[in-house]
């Protein structure tokens, strides 16, 4: 799933009488990508997915190339944004728990501030967080209209979300739909016709995105306000495929994040800086003037803003709970190394119910009955798992040779240990004392009689 935020602040004359009597404040749009990976665009280096507002987006202000979410999952992962807290201290820290009322969002401070808050498109966030915005529509499409509704006397701040590219998948739904021949097959999946064809669809998902950003671009600009906004992308958790969504590998967890502005970000930057997407909300209360309370668990990212060279972490954390199935995973990663650890080894990594039921885990089911998956496509079907994981990401982008254990890099797999082990002491991260039951049949995808709807 995809994240987009936007920031406005007048500076120019004819805007500030524009935006009176609040255009001295910046305005704030968080849009948000269901389901897309870090690299399916053609800013990140795709050279056939068409995204040309996302390419544009980039290149009118700040692309960075190590921003990472906390979890791969749905709803944990918004709430996680919108409150700067990791999910297990949000109290909605697996699929569908609503946010609790007592969590405070960095939304309801800009409210009290003064600011208009609207959310349009995706929800998932439950109804106790509904009253911290002004305005809250589930529709889609509602993006131009909810930016054309606004109080023109108030600063802003949005909350957008598309439901794009989560699945399920429908063709024909872009002008010039992709084909099997511009696909990009990671090696831990099988290189197969439906393969190819399922991400091809997911691929149009993204470009049906790309232009929702492209609107919302020229209505800021028919609004007078585009010098003054300040725009971040990103996405919620990794395509919804086997080894991507719900894991915490960079397939999982790494994010495509954008920032336009063009009043205070130079416009072609590129920060390969760490960040986290906890970070979000403590910067865009600093930027609005805003103390930043003891709740907030990210740092400010404004100081990458004014010198993308400059660091404001060493490492990002993320972890898995339940999502359609049982899980408990943790990991922590520098800009080389990602340490993981699986607290439940003797369950396999399976993908979330919908990835089960595509094409292309059913084609990699066939292939594993047929012995035909390599050893880098059966990671998830395997029982057990590695306690520990892990991987230098220089050497090894997609995460595949598992170095725990090995001498040369013992000493990197402690201190990493080490720092995880802190984090959740800090964080007060505990292993649940049970464990809750699947939803899903794990090789079907299909809801288990238990679950059924009466």
């Not at 990140?44 to 791969?72: R, V, W």
């Not at 010098?227 to 971040?232: A, G, L, Y």
């Not at 595509?358 to 035909?372: F, G, V, W």
Request: net charge neutral; glycine share 6%; charged share 25%.
């Amino acid at each position: 799933m995809l994240l987009v935020v936007l920031f406005v602040m007048g500076t120019v004359a004819v805007e500030l009488r524009a935006e009176s009597p609040a255009a001295g404040k910046p305005n704030f749009i968080v849009f948000i990508a269901d389901d897309m990976a870090w690299d399916d665009c053609g800013t990140y280096g795709h050279p056939k997915i068409q995204t040309p507002n996302l390419d544009q987006l980039a290149a009118d202000g700040m692309k960075f190339t190590e921003a990472f979410l906390t979890c791969s999952s749905c709803s944990p992962s918004r709430s996680s944004i919108i409150t700067g807290r990791y999910p297990h201290s949000t109290g909605a820290h697996q699929l569908h728990l609503p946010l609790p009322a007592s969590q405070v969002t960095f939304v309801e401070k800009l409210k009290e501030a003064g600011y208009y808050t609207a959310s349009a498109g995706k929800w998932h966030l439950g109804t106790p967080t509904e009253s911290k915005f002004d305005h809250v529509t589930t529709k889609l499409n509602q993006w131009v209209n909810t930016l054309k509704q606004r109080p023109k006397e108030k600063p802003f701040c949005m909350w957008f979300a598309t439901t794009d590219p989560h699945r399920p998948y429908e063709r024909n739904i872009i002008a010039r739909p992709h084909t099997n021949a511009d696909v990009i097959v990671p090696p831990y999946l099988p290189d197969t016709p439906e393969v190819r064809s399922d991400l091809a669809l997911y691929y149009d998902e993204i470009t049906r995105l790309d232009g929702v950003m492209g609107r919302v671009r020229q209505e800021l600009k028919a609004q007078g306000v585009a010098d003054n906004t300040m725009i971040v992308f990103l996405s919620d958790n990794g395509r919804p495929f086997p080894r991507c969504k719900t894991t915490v590998y960079d397939s999982g967890v790494k994010t495509p994040w954008i920032v336009t502005w063009p009043a205070r970000v130079k416009a072609g930057s590129v920060c390969d800086s760490l960040i986290s997407s906890i970070d979000l909300a403590p910067t865009i209360l600093e930027l609005a003037g805003l103390p930043v309370g003891e709740t907030f668990q990210g740092k400010s990212f404004k100081p990458l803003l004014e010198n993308p060279n400059a660091t404001i972490r060493t490492h990002v954390f993320a972890e898995h709970n339940w999502h359609d199935f049982e899980d408990f995973g943790r990991s922590v990663r520098s800009r080389r190394y990602q340490y993981i650890r699986n607290f439940y080894p003797d369950i396999p990594g399976t993908p979330p119910a919908d990835a089960v039921r595509s094409p292309t885990y059913i084609a990699m089911r066939e292939l594993r009955d047929q012995n035909k998956l390599t050893e880098d496509q059966r990671g998830c079907f395997v029982v057990p798992r590695p306690e520990e994981e892990l991987y230098d990401l220089q050497n090894d982008p997609h995460e595949l040779h598992n170095l725990a254990g090995k001498k040369e890099y013992e000493q990197v797999q402690k201190e990493l240990r080490a720092v995880l082990d802190q984090w959740q002491e800090e964080t007060h991260d505990r292993l649940p004392r049970t464990r809750r039951p699947d939803e899903f049949h794990r090789e079907t995808g299909e809801r288990l009689p238990a679950f059924r709807k009466k």
